[in-house]
């Protein structure tokens, strides 16, 4: 076999780029940090000719053109010998598969391997495909690795740890039992290697909520790896053995400060899965960061029990946190104890109020229905807490029965759902409920009910709404016109935009936005909004007749 030299690391576009997402007309693309610490750790060994594309930005802004063009176009120019690709979303799972057969149909010598929570937890559905040679199983660095110097050096493969190949026509896999020690000494990733300059340059975030664009610059980064935690809807526990493991404090900061000097960031994105577990360690790093003038989040979100604590919330604020992102996922404590989520319902009320004691942050709860255990008035009780919480919004998900999960175990061994990949089996929906088979509800009625929630606590009862001073109210007005960046059509959405005009009486203001409402309702048949409608007893009439006046 041919001697591997020359490494292409590919991260695939997202869904919308390619007309996947069919109801989805907005992409957000930020630096692909995991498939960064692999192409680094290759990239240090000094043993390889190493090349970083993010399909992504070359399609959005360099070639413009299709996947199988740029795709086509970057093999035949680099003549790789190895592709490896970021395989983290099972939405994404076409695109992986499309992208390895037309690697090999430019070169069918390009070994391909894959790398990522789908190639681990849906080991078999990857390998099945003639066009993926390996896959990389749990974290990549040791894996990719090990790899390739048992390709070159044709020892062969069956001891090498954290990869899965096909042998004789049957898979074999071997899970990975050491991790990679280094992430504790891993200096900062090679940015200059990407095109940093084109990330947030369009797209949403969710920071955008906060502060206007031209205000902040974004920089996504990762400080600790892994969660201790066993929640049974999480794959996070199989992919890296409940093994945590943070960065040295210099080290994180000294990744800002390369950040914030040569491309002007002054907003972190930490991409962590449970960033605060160690409290010295966090306390230590909010310290350094409180002299950097930055501001931060957590991205993924925050668990309660771990800042939990007065002197963690007044160091979270002189740090400058900009929002609170607190994993809840229940308002139920059967259901909280049936996931194995460590945490109890009054620790959540308590950090709330913790959170408005020291500070005006935004915080953003986060909460999962539709448990396959869950009765109606189970999941109604999940919803009806996150609206009683002082919440600025609540982001309300449908359970999902991910695959590498407890939970998706469950629902296979119950019969409740088809398998991952069979041909019964319908792709998961982020924002939907799953195709499973619930107690005593249907997979309409916790889609609708979930969504009338939302409605009711995001919007009608939104609590900066109903505070109505005009910083509130600015706030307020940002959520709703980041909604209508994304749906544009969202009534609810100008509905309550002429509420805030109603508070500041600027009744032209009002009106027009109650005109567009209108127009929504008569002329738009692509979503019904009249079951929210009337479930929430909106008098939209009286509203409307107001436009008259």
């Given at each position: 076999?041919?001697?591997i030299?020359k490494?292409?690391?590919l ?8 007309g996947e997402?069919?109801n ?9 940090i ?14 390889y000719?190493t090349?970083?594309?993010d ?9 413009k ?11 035949t ?7 490896a690709?970021s395989?983290l ?6 695109i992986?598969h499309t992208i ?5 149909e430019v070169?069918?010598?390009v070994?391909v391997?894959?790398?990522g929570?789908y190639p ?8 099945a ?8 199983v749990?974290e990549?660095?040791?894996g990719?690795?090990?790899l390739?110097d048992?390709?070159?050096?044709s ?8 990869i ?11 899970d990975?039992?050491?991790f ?6 891993s200096?900062?990733l090679?940015w200059e290697?990407i095109k940093?300059?084109y990330?947030y340059?369009?797209g ?7 502060y ?10 990762t400080?600790?790896?892994?969660c201790?935690?066993?929640?049974t809807?999480?794959s ?6 409940h ?14 400060k ?7 960031v002054n ?14 360690w ?6 350094e ?7 931060w989040?957590?991205?993924?979100g925050?668990?309660?029990r771990t800042?939990?604590?007065e002197?963690?919330?007044?160091s979270?604020y002189?740090a400058g ?5 607190i ?13 194995k ?26 909460f ?15 919803l ?5 919480l002082?919440l ?6 449908c359970?999902?029965?991910f695959?590498g999960?407890?939970?998706y ?9 088809a398998?991952y ?15 499973i088979k619930y107690?005593?509800y249907?997979?309409k ?7 009338l929630y ?11 709404l109903?505070?109505g001073?005009e910083?509130?109210?600015k ?9 209508l960046?994304?749906a544009?059509k969202h ?6 935009l002429a509420?805030i005009?109603?508070k500041r009486?600027?009744?032209?203001k009002?009106?027009q ?17 009249s079951f929210?409608i ?5 008098n939209?009439?009286?509203s409307f007749?107001d436009?008259l006046l």
């Amino acid at each position: 076999m041919k001697t591997i030299k020359k490494i292409l690391f590919l991260n695939p576009p997202d869904p919308v780029l390619v007309g996947e997402l069919k109801n989805q007309t907005y992409s957000y693309f930020e630096p692909p940090i995991g498939l960064l610490y692999v192409y680094s750790y290759l990239k240090d060994t000094k043993k390889y000719d190493t090349y970083f594309v993010d399909l992504n930005i070359e399609m959005k802004f360099i070639t413009k053109k299709s996947m199988e063009e740029t795709i086509e176009q970057i093999v035949t120019s680099y003549k790789p010998d190895l592709v490896a690709i970021s395989a983290l979303y099972y939405t994404s799972r076409n695109i992986f598969h499309t992208i390895a057969k037309k690697i090999k149909e430019v070169d069918e010598n390009v070994k391909v391997v894959l790398g990522g929570h789908y190639p681990t937890h849906i080991t078999k559905l990857t390998l099945a495909d003639k066009n993926i040679d390996y896959a990389v199983v749990s974290e990549g660095e040791l894996g990719l690795s090990d790899l390739i110097d048992a390709l070159n050096n044709s020892s062969g493969l069956e001891n090498v740890e954290g990869i899965a190949f096909v042998k004789d026509g049957k898979i074999v896999k071997n899970d990975r039992k050491t991790f990679w020690q280094g992430f504790k000494t891993s200096k900062r990733l090679p940015w200059e290697d990407i095109k940093m300059e084109y990330y947030y340059k369009e797209g949403k975030n969710f920071l955008y909520r906060i502060y206007k664009k031209g205000e902040i610059k974004l920089g996504a980064m990762t400080a600790t790896r892994g969660c201790p935690n066993q929640c049974t809807f999480c794959s996070s526990s199989k992919f890296f053995k409940h093994i945590w493991r943070c960065r040295e404090v210099k080290l994180v900061i000294e990744e800002i400060k390369f950040l914030k000097k040569n491309y002007g960031v002054n907003t972190i994105v930490f991409n962590d899965e449970n960033m605060a577990v160690n409290r010295e360690w966090f306390l230590e790093l909010l310290n350094e960061i409180k002299k950097l003038n930055i501001k931060w989040i957590v991205g993924g979100g925050l668990s309660v029990r771990t800042i939990n604590d007065e002197e963690v919330i007044k160091s979270m604020y002189e740090a400058g946190i900009a929002a609170f992102n607190i994993a809840i996922e229940s308002g139920s404590a059967e259901t909280l104890k049936k996931v194995k989520k460590p945490l109890f319902l009054s620790e959540v009320e308590n950090l709330v109020k913790l959170i408005r004691k020291h500070g005006n942050a935004f915080v953003v709860g986060f909460f999962i229905v539709g448990f396959p255990f869950e009765t109606k008035e189970d999941f109604l009780g999940t919803l009806e807490f996150g609206g009683k919480l002082d919440l600025d919004w609540r982001a309300y998900y449908c359970f999902q029965p991910f695959p590498g999960t407890e939970l998706y175990d469950y629902c296979i061994d119950n019969k409740l759902t088809a398998e991952y990949g069979a041909e019964d089996c319908k792709e998961y929906e982020f924002h939907s409920a799953a195709e499973i088979k619930y107690i005593d509800y249907t997979k309409k009625e916790l889609n609708d009910l979930n969504y009338l929630y939302n409605i009711k606590y995001n919007f009608l009862e939104n609590r900066n709404l109903l505070l109505g001073t005009e910083e509130s109210l600015k706030q307020v007005e940002r959520d709703f016109n980041y909604v209508l960046e994304i749906a544009p059509k969202h009534f609810f959405a100008y509905f309550c935009l002429a509420e805030i005009m109603k508070k500041r009486n600027d009744i032209e203001k009002r009106k027009q936005y109650l005109k567009i409402a209108k127009n929504i309702l008569e002329t738009d048949k692509s979503f019904d909004w009249s079951f929210y409608i009337s479930g929430l007893k909106v008098n939209v009439n009286k509203s409307f007749s107001d436009i008259l006046l």
